[in-house]
């Protein structure tokens, strides 16, 4: 998992003009300014145009800002890449991706259109195709601009025909395979959108639910959800507090060269000194969001 925060990525349309001005005022981490789903075929070229030009313009502050294009295989996919890439956002994400050559093919893409090799490429990961292909596809994303594997569970849904229940048990097995493909491939990895906006505690719950398998964080659809997201996604003050005692701990002279030490009683590993320094990591790095 990187450093920089990905708690909360909220999905903007690309045809609103005042959406995109009001993501300027919102305590996303990830901005996901959308060209795709929720732009209608006859408004695509205006969107592209209105959300190149908003990204141009800036005033996005810290927030990572990353704009949703059309598949490539669509008649808009690469004139999206090639507008957007034009303006520098910090990267694009891209739909419906199942091989190893369609990431091939989208870092191809971003070069011709001018993106810097920091910028960074997110893929959808929405279809049984996708998932069968998890580890060709991460293989490939190690000599591109590949750092974001984001769930599309809604499409993957409609494929499958699997229910979405509140526990979500039917995507059980998905979600760990993506997680575990981003892990090998030292990628961060997003949990999908929750539909029902107005149920605030079932949003919370799938939050947490979606942190205990590994997620680093979850797409969103409305602005409300924002600061849960945040708060479930961020380490706790104890979790925080131990990690530095750990990292002090293996700091003293005393443990110089030792795999196993105590730390408060308990026994603790080389292993989880790395768990502490990711978590100091990703604790500061929000700390630098909110100034």
Known sequence: MTARPRRSCLYMPGANAKALEKAKTLAADVLLLDLEDSVAPEAKESARE??????????????EVIVRVNALSTPWGREDIAAIGAVYPDGILAPKVETAAQVDELNRAMTDAGFSDEASLW?????????????????????????????????????TRMRATSERAAFHAPMSMTVMAARMAGLTVIDGVYNDIAD??????????????????????????????????????????????????????????????????KMTELLHLEQAKQIVAVAEAIESLKA
């Not at 209105?50 to 927030?63: D, E, L, M, P």
């Not at 279809?127 to 984001?150: C, E, H, K, M, S």
């Not at 799938?206 to 590994?214: A, K, M, N």
């Open 50 to 63: 209105q959300v190149a030009s908003a990204v141009k313009t800036g005033g996005y502050g810290k927030r």
């Open 200 to 265: 605030a505690a079932g949003f919370e719950a799938e939050c947490r639910q979606g942190l205990e398998f590994g997620f680093d964080g979850k797409t969103l659809i409305h602005p409300s959800q924002v600061d849960t997201c945040n708060e479930v996604f961020a380490p706790t003050d104890e979790e925080v507090t131990r990690a530095r005692a750990v990292i002090e701990a293996f700091a003293l002279p005393e443990s110089a060269g030792k795999g196993v030490i105590k730390v408060d009683g």
């Open 123 to 159: 893929i959808m990961i929405e279809t049984p195709q996708a998932i069968f292909n998890l580890p060709q596809i991460v293989a490939a994303g190690r000599g591109t601009r590949l750092q974001v594997l984001v769930m599309g569970l809604n499409d993957l849904a409609k494929e």
